[in-house]
């Protein structure tokens, strides 16, 4: 079965075809296709996973060779796709959340005209997604990376007629291109330093590669990174891209692509090897990240976007535990699975919510949900529990974990990066709690229109699957340390430093902060009223409410001074590079225009001016004889 | 007799020739003085071919004299054509080639 990978990719990618060639007459039961290419897919990665269980855990990593892709005198790139227990968890992540949320998808899209191209859509990203983790090659990656943005572009502007939301699918799409364009030129970095983009050929010459190659190789990749990733300073269309619908929130932009910029900077682990300080930038811009994500989310009043600046804030955790090397890389992904369940879980409680309230999604109009929507509560309230790291739930073992390994190392940088993770822990309970609170507890605060009522079974089913999820998959997947031992064969076997405090110790101050966070959360937001518009509030609150001004920052930093440059350019074109042209065209018809009257048609005028010419001409002739 | 004197005959002859094709409209006319300059033409090689003792200047004549005739039978056949067309030999009626 391990050979049959490709079945992955081939099978979403196939129905996608179909339901986008397909038209009207497949409106019936597209979805349902949608949904059966997506579980088939899940029913191949397990098969395959569980034949990869019963290998050797050095055996684990298997090669499936397609074809020839690229083929000159120097670049040579084959198709292939690599499976080992890396690509495998996002692979079993992206099928099972992906087909969780095809089903929950069928009841949420119900009433849209536009359904079946909705699964096409979600069909081509699964593919795009499995391309993305199962490619043995940068460029084969690069392609899946692509075709996931395409895809997250396509579903962002479903609605493209709505205006606002067509801008938001191009302002994901364009902040992006930042991003892949900075792969292209890692790609073209590690050509002229090992002469090959596949991850044999990179991984093989980098430890003879100096430490600038690799620096430059890890800094371009992070760029990639941060783009797909949200992260700082390309986090500014996560926000914006909830426009989508929620399922699409749920799948592409909490549980899986965006969590592709971890998995970039995981697979290329022996790059980051050699370049330390590549490696200590990755665990600075995932501190900022987290801190910047929690920040936004403590003042957002948008049910989507509070858990959209939750999502880059937990991927800044992500992103802090990859760049401490070895020692985090496991714990990066440990958390990127348990995120993928809560996060994608809350996110489907939110289109749950939505669903209820007439599309409704500013949480101070909602409130006292609870009794309302008994089933989403409690899977919400489940989720809730896990991001907060309360334990037995996912969070607590995967965040715990992260914060741990950010006190360990010397110097400044376990203090920075430990206490950032461990504040950021406080500031994460106290805005979910602050979301979970305002939408399910406190007084009612519905429009008269708004009547809640709770989902159908199709959409509840899933939440509550993804609620055990994040409830116990944590507990399971770290006794005997069994996820850290199943990554040991990609990620290495890291030394256990110790922290510079004492474990008993951190865990303690983080629950502590987290149950400080909770609390005041429920006295300002759960006992307090909550008033239906929001107050007048400090400066730090406003800069809160508007992303910490990342819009205008980015329009007076960078799209102010490219415009003004753009146009001189535009400028200089039309003056100086057409001018030249232009002026040389014009003066040719003018002189032309001048030398038309010679032209005038009377013979005997003619032969005045050859007569003139002999003459001129016998003049220098007898001239230049003497 | 001095040669030279060819020569002054033949720039009086050339400059007649070519004041009659400027000055006069009518085609034949126009024609004569072109004639008149060939032959002043001719008269200069011939001159020149005294005074050089050589006989290349006698020879080209001969060539000048029949290039002359061929052009005579085109060009008249011209202006009968035009005086078919237009009704006239006015050589400053046709102007198709007016810039």
Redesign the interface.
Known sequence: MLDLTWLLVAVPLGSAFVLLLAGKRANPWGHWLGVTASGLSFVVAFIAFIQMLGLDSAERAHEVHLFSWISTGELNVDAGLLVDPLSMTFVLLVTFVGTLIHIYSVAYMEHDVDRRRFFAYLNLFIAAMLLLVLADSYLLMFFGWEGVGLASYLLIGFWYHRNEYATAANKAFFVNRIGDFSFIIAMGLMFAAFGGVDFKTVFDGSPAASTAQLTAIGLTLLLAACGKSAQFPLQSWLGDAMAGPTPVSALIHAATMVTAGVYLVVRSAPIYAGAPNALLVVALVGAVTLIFGAIVGMAKDDLKKALAASTMSQIGYMMLAAGLGPVGYAFAIFHLVTHGFFKAGMFLGAGSVMHGMNDQVDMRRFGALRTAMVVTWATFGFGWLAILGVPPFSGFFSKDKIIEAAFIGEGWQPWVLGLTALIGAGLTAFYMSRLFFMTFHGKARWTDEQHPHESPKLMTVPMIILAIGSAFLGLILATGDRFVNWLAPVTGHAEHGEPVLPAAVLMTATLVLVALGAGYAWLKYGRADVPLTAPAATLATIAARNDLFQDSVNRAVLERPGTHLTRTLVYADAAIVDGAVNGTGAGAAKTGEALKVVQGGKVRAYALIMLAGVLFAAFFAVLGGK | MNPVAFIYLAVVLFSIG?AA???R?NAIV?FMGVELMLNAANLAFVGFSRIQGTVDGQVLAFFVMIVAAAEVVVGLAIVVAIFRARESIS??D??????
Do not use: H, T, Y
Request: glycine residues 8%; neutral net charge.
């Open positions: 070519s094709v400027l000055l409209r126009a050589i400053d046709p102007s198709e080639l007016k810039g």
